[in-house]
Nanobody, 115 residues
Framework: QVQLVESGGGLVQPGGSLRLSCAAS????????MNWYRQAPGQQREWVAS???????NYTDSVKGRFIISRDNARETMYLQMNNLKPEDTAVYYC?????????WGQGTQVGVFS
């Protein structure tokens, strides 16, 4: 059974930093593309960043230069380092992967950026 568990969310002031973690079980994350998504209040869920099997990374334009996605295959954990946070980054952040025809999501971790 595949499980993804996010952690590391919290409240920070603009300009602050947080590091989110996504701990995986039941799956070898190094074999799959892994993604971070977020959903702000009243908004649709949006893709934030991805890391491929070989470590190639991609980001949505709004976070480029501020967020860094990484993966520790030995720990079966993915990370999202978020720097220079802005109020518009406030959202619930989810990790996600697809294996075969199945999509797997974590339960989400809340990030709030407030003055």
């Amino acid at each position: 059974q595949v499980q993804l568990v996010e952690s590391g969310g919290g409240l920070v002031q603009p300009g602050g930093s947080l590091r989110l973690s996504c701990a995986a079980s039941g799956i070898v994350i190094g074999f799959y593309k892994m993604n971070w998504y977020r959903q702000a209040p009243g908004q649709q869920r949006e893709w934030v960043a991805s890391i491929s099997m070989v470590g190639n990374t991609n980001y949505t334009d709004s976070v480029k230069g501020r967020f860094i996605i990484s993966r520790d295959n030995a720990r079966e954990t993915m990370y999202l380092q978020m720097n220079n946070l802005k109020p518009e980054d406030t959202a619930v952040y989810y990790c996600q992967t697809t294996r075969g025809s199945n999509d797997y999501w974590g339960q989400g971790t809340q990030v709030g950026v407030f003055s």
